[in-house]
C-alpha cells in the first residue's frame, strides 16, 4: 500500500477494489479502499486471458442543427453556410 500510494502522489487519489485488506485505511490519504461486494465477484469470469469485444463500424448518424433541438449550438462545430 505505501507504494501505491507513493505512485499516486499527493496531489492525486486512487480507488483501489479488492476482496480484503489487511492495512489502516486512514494512514493513506490518497487512497480510497472499497470492497467487492461477493455478488459482484460471482458474476465475474476469472481465468480468461481475452476480453475481446465486437467493434462494428456504424455510420453517423446526421447532425441536428442546434436551433432545431433548442440547445446550444456546440463551441467545436463548424458552422457551414
Known amino acids: 500500500m505505501h507504494q501505491l500510494s507513493d505512485e499516486a502522489g499527493e496531489d492525486r487519489t486512487l480507488l483501489i477494489c479488492g476482496t ?39 455510420p453517423r448518424a446526421a447532425p441536428v442543427p442546434a436551433e432545431e433541438n433548442g440547445a446550444q449550438a456546440s463551441l467545436f462545430e463548424v458552422e457551414t453556410k
Request: glycine share 2%.
Open 20 to 58: 480484503a485488506f489487511r492495512t489502516r485505511t486512514q494512514q493513506f490519504s490518497n487512497l480510497e479502499l472499497k470492497k467487492i461486494p461477493a455478488a459482484v465477484l460471482q458474476r465475474c469470469e476469472w481465468g480468461k486471458d481475452d476480453y475481446s469485444l465486437r467493434v462494428e463500424n456504424l
